[in-house]
């Protein structure tokens, strides 16, 4: 049953309809809620009290989105964007991802303790047995220091620890 003059005035695209009957709601009306997509006469109905669906879990490409985003756009405006794409794909229906759920699958995709002094410690052992170690010169380093743009802090950083621990294998 379509509603009052005000909706037709309104482009189509920002028309809005109840979700239960599909009937035109008019944001003028305090009857009609807008916000939660139900007429006046459909809010009475059993089926309008609907507890709201969990968001679902981050699909594989959500997944790679986030691991290749996340170090330098802002949480709240990746979450924007996911919520944007899932709208696109699933419609208004599909309840939105929340803050929470986005921090917990950072946590998840970022290695525990990357920088930490028993990870670094790991990876230094498993480069000496593989023999790799051995293999690292400075002249190495300032290489790999020009091509991945490194700083003179972590050029000395990383020479102090990786020559050191070249040297105490080596002796």
């Known amino acids: ?18 979700r239960l009957c599909r009937c035109r709601l008019a944001p003028d009306d305090p009857r009609d809620g807008v916000n939660d997509h139900l007429c006046a006469e459909c809010r009475k109905h059993p089926g309008a009290k609907r507890p709201p669906a969990p968001p679902r879990p981050f699909n594989a490409a959500e ?3 986030i691991a290749k985003v996340h170090g330098f756009m802002p949480a709240q405006q990746l979450l924007a964007l996911l919520n944007d794409r899932l709208l696109a794909d699933l419609g208004p229906e599909a309840a ?8 917990e699958e950072l946590r998840r995709a970022a290695p525990a303790g990357a920088g930490d002094w028993p990870t670094l410690r790991k990876l230094l052992g498993q480069a000496r047995r593989d023999g790799v170690l051995e293999r690292i010169s400075a002249q190495t380093i300032d290489d790999f220091a020009v091509v991945f743009s490194l700083t003179p802090a972590q050029v000395l950083r990383l020479k102090d620890v990786v020559l050191t621990a070249a040297a105490e294998s080596a002796s």
Do not use: F
């Open 1 to 18: 049953m379509p509603r009052g003059d005000s909706a037709a005035a309104r482009p189509l695209s920002a028309v809005e309809r109840c």
């Open 96 to 103: 939105p991802h929340t803050i929470e759920q986005l921090h």
């Open 63 to 65: 997944k790679s989105l």
